[in-house]
């Protein structure tokens, strides 16, 4: 087995939660920014020569893999907003989360660049039939040797729908109806071949046994596809299924699809709050598996908390109101020009995201402002930030993870590569000494490392 660090002398604490430890994985956009506005123009950020660079991302898949995290996520957003104003130019002029490059190519290069991280994709249900997500997705599956997941989204960016040629945008809810049935092509695909259905067999000649591969034949309200799954098993049979809506209908649909659902909570009570509605959710439609659930988390790693504190006023200072809520905007799907900033965003109707919006305000006392929102989310994107040394940052995540009955979280960077290495190198080791953090990859599947 291969060590992810160096051991040292292991002082084995009681493990929380029956033994299971916590789930750690890297979020990242392949765009110039993940979270923080502007981060790109930080003198030691690197992200924008990543966007014509493979060796950028294989050094970051490497310092992933060394620090045995459970794989690295694609946020993913295949359109610039143009809510703001009515117009994309403060999306372009301040680059934010555009360009919006396609991240599937690059999880083939850091898949290959590594062995046991695993990789979760979004891929939106929006302008990508399911036949063709199938077999793109389960391609990279069996490439990486069973290491892929899919972050399922429905596209919540009009700008997205408008780009691929739909002509109407659905409601909030009847995205998931939709969705629902998109997931059921999906997932009949992936049953349609049984486990011994490829013989390979270069004496007879004979590479499969028809009598074990169904044809899929669909029609539901909105969807219909009919075909053989283009693609080979891999070795986790279909890629991990992660999903992010946080809205009644979101956790409904992630109950009855999701492995991992991903979650935005602002604080401790939130967050047991959001993993009681999901195991309700879940036991509503009978299933009997868990949902793995990861908390988004920003550590801002510094020698002290004032100093860790400074370094987030900076960067929300440097970055301008009009590039905030251009993106604001977007997730909101709302012209936010048109909206007084010192008026409360509780006024604010929306179909766009609306988990996103309660996350966002609801530990904010009083009625939190556009402006106060605004400033929350220039650097973090409202993802809870954990501020301080390493020890501090290693400290919030042991008791979030220990009390919410969340299984790990999915930690943003400020400064690409930098906040990762940062990481990985000083609060990853103090999680493995605590033996809550694995030391070595124990599975080689993705599923393996989140289950
Ligand atoms: C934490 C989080 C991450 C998300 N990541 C993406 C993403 O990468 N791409 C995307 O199109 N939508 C993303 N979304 C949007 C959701 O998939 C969903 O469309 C949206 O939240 C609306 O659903 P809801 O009201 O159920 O939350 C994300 C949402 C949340 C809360």
Same mark, same amino acid.
């Given at each position: ?21 916590m789930?750690?994985?890297q ?13 790109w ?45 009515g ?34 994709? !979004?891929?939106?249900?929006?302008? !990508?039939p ?53 997931m ?22 004979i ?7 169904r ?34 209908r ?68 440097a ?11 977007? !997730? ?16 604010l ?11 966002? !305000? ?83 599947t ?6």
């Amino acid at each position: 087995m291969e060590l992810c660090s160096n051991p040292g002398d292991p002082i084995e604490r009681e493990i929380a939660m029956n033994g299971t430890k916590m789930h750690l994985v890297q979020m990242m956009f392949h765009t110039p920014i993940a979270h923080t506005v502007l981060g790109w123009a930080q003198p030691n950020d690197r992200q924008v020569e990543g966007l014509t660079s493979f060796a950028y991302w294989q050094d970051i898949a490497r310092t992933a893999e060394r620090g045995c995290l459970d794989g690295i996520f694609f946020a993913d957003t295949p359109a610039a907003r143009d809510e703001y104003q009515g117009k994309f130019d403060a999306n372009l002029r301040y680059g934010v989360v555009w360009p919006t490059h396609d991240p599937m190519p690059v999880v083939a290069a850091m898949a290959a660049a590594t062995e046991k991280l695993g990789f979760a994709v !979004t891929l939106s249900v929006t302008g !990508t039939p399911p036949y063709l997500a199938v077999r793109r997705l389960s391609t990279l599956d069996c490439l990486s040797n069973g290491r892929i997941g899919w972050n399922v989204v429905t596209g919540f960016l009009k700008s997205e729908h408008r780009a691929v040629g739909s002509t109407e945008i659905m409601e909030h809810d009847e995205r998931y109806d939709y969705a629902d049935e998109y997931m059921e092509i999906c997932n009949a695909f992936w049953k349609s071949a049984d486990e011994d259905a490829f013989p390979v067999n270069r004496e007879t000649g004979i590479f499969a046994d028809p009598s074990k591969i169904r044809v899929v034949d669909y029609e539901g309200r909105f969807l219909r596809s009919r075909g053989v799954n283009p693609v080979m098993r891999s070795a986790q049979g279909r890629p991990v299924i992660f999903q992010a809506g946080s809205s009644g209908r979101g956790m409904r649909f992630a109950a009855r699809h999701a492995e991992v659902v991903f979650a935005i909570q602002p604080h401790l009570a939130g967050m047991k709050a959001f993993v009681d509605r999901i195991e309700a959710a879940r036991k509503e439609v009978s299933r009997p598996d868990p949902v793995r659930v990861l908390f988004g988390v920003q550590p801002v790693i510094a020698d002290s908390l004032e100093k860790a504190r400074e370094r987030v006023t900076e960067l929300g200072q440097a970055a301008p109101l009009d590039a905030v809520l251009s993106r604001l905007s977007g !997730t909101f799907g709302v012209d936010l020009s048109k909206f007084d900033p010192d008026k409360p965003v509780g006024e604010l109707q929306s179909q766009a995201s609306l988990g996103m919006i309660a996350s966002l !305000t609801d530990d904010l006392t009083g009625r939190p402002t556009l402006r106060e929102v605004a400033r929350r989310f220039a650097v973090s994107g409202g993802l809870l930030q954990l501020m301080g040394t390493p020890i501090q940052v290693a400290d919030q995540m042991e008791k979030l993870w220990r009390e919410s009955g969340g299984h790990g979280f999915i930690v943003t960077p400020m400064e690409q590569p930098g906040s990762i290495e940062q990481f990985v190198h000083s609060v990853v080791p103090i999680l493995q000494e605590r033996g809550i953090f694995r030391r070595e990859y124990e599975t080689a599947t993705f599923r393996g490392h989140l289950h």
